[in-house]
């Protein structure tokens, strides 16, 4: 359920997680997860569909938008500007960026945009999720993208292997050493809560992420 506390904005959830008081109501579960598919197929894949105008950088107008979505599917003759807005502000990955009237995806497109005015990252380390089948092909060629426009990584192991896990059941972790790619001068952004992107990862930078083990000390008798 999504619904906007007068004191401390919009949340996601039965009551709002500062004050624990119940804000006015915006949208039920089934309406949020059919908005939120709606939006990240038009603005990541396919806003033709929809009729929308994207500039170069990802970029639609809001109340475009919410016109095309009004009369071209069933079901949304309600949805306001407010709306789009509490979904983008409370989406738990990070997916969205609004600025003034217009909105964007900010990672995971299939269509051609440049997203190079996201701010850089400067993560020491982010990690690659692999089957067994692709590590060593990876580890040799490098990373390059494959269903999406850009390579995307994760800031820590856990949401490698989160994102892994829709792939694979035990993936296999890579690490890209984060240090090197900026002292290179390579571009890597922050495009998501733990999502980061870029145009792709020499095998120079990549290797395979060994778990550090912690050496136990002997009891004294």
Known sequence: MLSKCD???YYRGETCPVCDEKGKFLMNENELNALSRILAGALRHFPDKLGLMMDGKGWV????????IGTSRSGFTWLKKHHIQALAETDPRGRY???GGM???????T???NTDDLPEAD?????????????DIILEGGLHPIDRKKVHLSGSVKKAIEAGGVRTENPLILKIDGKKTRKDGMKIYHA???????????PKYISKFEEKKTK??????
């Open 7 to 9: 004191e401390h904005g």
């Open 61 to 68: 107008d809001i109340e475009e938008l919410i016109h095309s």
């Open 97 to 99: 960026q609004i600025d």
């Open 103 to 109: 909105i964007r995806a900010t990672y995971g497109h």
């Open 111 to 113: 269509i051609d945009i």
């Open 123 to 135: 993560l020491d380390e982010y990690f690659y999720p692999v089957t067994e089948e692709e590590i």
């Open 192 to 202: 998501g809560t733990d999502v980061y992107t870029t145009d792709g990862i020499d």
């Open 216 to 221: 136990k000390t002997k009891k004294k008798k």
